[in-house]
């Protein structure tokens, strides 16, 4: 998991070479045909390479939901468990990781007085003191999570006040009907929000040089286009409309569309910083891979 152009599809092809795994994808622009290069859709090469389920299975102006996708991810996944290999799912979209492995119960709502108040108690004992409370309640968690993790360690002890219950609790048992396999989550979050910002604007201008607006003129001329359905509701597309009606330059779109995505980082961010279950790796860190690599070796030998 992790926001948009953080490496993402690049780590899990190179964990695809290490591993007996295929990818599945966790992307709601992805499963559209014709959504290709404004939603950084694999190209053909790599696909041919590293083959990902749940890519292009909708036209642009077919309906998909998140039940949807559960349905068909745990389709692909226990495809792929009985071919003897394991699945490895891959993308940004929080709302489809939460309905596979929750079900679409969401977890409790934020609440700002809970919030406030550990902030507030933060600051006069520092944050590894809430870690520590935070181990003492549920050390599964908190293994998963540094000791400044602000965010994170607020969002579990506040799951704890708000269901009288330890984040791993909820996991293991959230009163819906779970998926039938053990789940090791890893979570990009990049500590230099600045990086990311410039990636985020230097893979749209490639986009712009590979063809997108043309791409999304073609979109629009489909029969049944209309600016309102969810595919044509993608970051990137819906600040294309205007431009294509006229109602903006290219260098005014070029700066909506890249705002809009930095924006839906933040809001992916945010998001995962909730998943308080998963392992949260710094996508520039220059130990990732290995980081990655042994926590799966011990994942998979624990399933042996």
């Known amino acids: 998991m992790g926001p948009t152009a953080s490496g993402k599809t690049a780590l899990a092809c190179r964990l695809a070479d290490r591993f007996d795994v295929e990818l599945v994808s966790v992307d709601s622009a992805l499963v559209y045909r014709g959504l290709d290069i404004g939603a950084a859709k694999p190209d053909a090469a790599m696909l041919a390479r590293y083959p990902h389920r749940l890519i292009d299975v909708r036209e642009p102006t077919q309906p998909y939901s998140a039940a949807d996708f559960r349905d068909d991810a745990l389709a692909a996944m226990r495809g792929i468990s009985g071919a003897g290999r394991v699945p490895l799912l891959v993308g940004g979209t929080g709302l489809y990781f939460r309905a ?52 994170r ?44 910002h410039e990636r985020i604007a230097r893979r749209f201008d490639a986009m712009l040089v590979d063809g997108f607006v043309e791409e999304a003129r073609r979109l629009r001329s489909i029969d049944g286009w209309h600016a309102d359905l969810p595919a044509m509701r993608a970051v990137g597309y819906r600040q294309a409309w ?41 996508p520039e860190s220059g130990a990732l891979d290995s980081r990655a690599t042994r926590a799966i070796e011990a994942f998979l030998g624990a399933s042996a």
């Not at 409790?108 to 003492?136: F, N, S, T």
């Not at 009288?164 to 990049?190: M, N, Y």
């Open 153 to 196: 360690i607020q969002r579990a002890l506040e799951i704890v006040e708000l269901t009288g219950r330890a984040p791993t609790e909820w996991f293991d048992d959230g009163g819906v009907a779970r998926p039938p396999f053990r789940i090791l989550k890893f979570a990009l979050l990049p500590d230099a929000r600045a990086l990311l």
């Open 100 to 151: 596979l492995a929750l079900g679409l119960s969401p977890l409790p709502d934020a609440d700002p007085d809970i919030r406030a108040r550990l902030a507030g108690e933060a600051a006069r004992e520092g944050w590894p003191a809430l870690h520590a409370r935070l181990a003492a309640r549920d050390p599964r968690v908190a293994a998963r999570i540094g000791p400044n993790d602000a965010q």
């Open 242 to 282: 205007p431009y294509l009606a006229g109602e903006c330059d290219l260098a005014e779109f070029r700066d909506r569309a890249v705002f809009a995505t930095r924006q839906l980082a933040k809001r992916q961010i945010t998001w995962l910083r909730s998943e308080v279950d998963a392992f949260a790796f710094d």
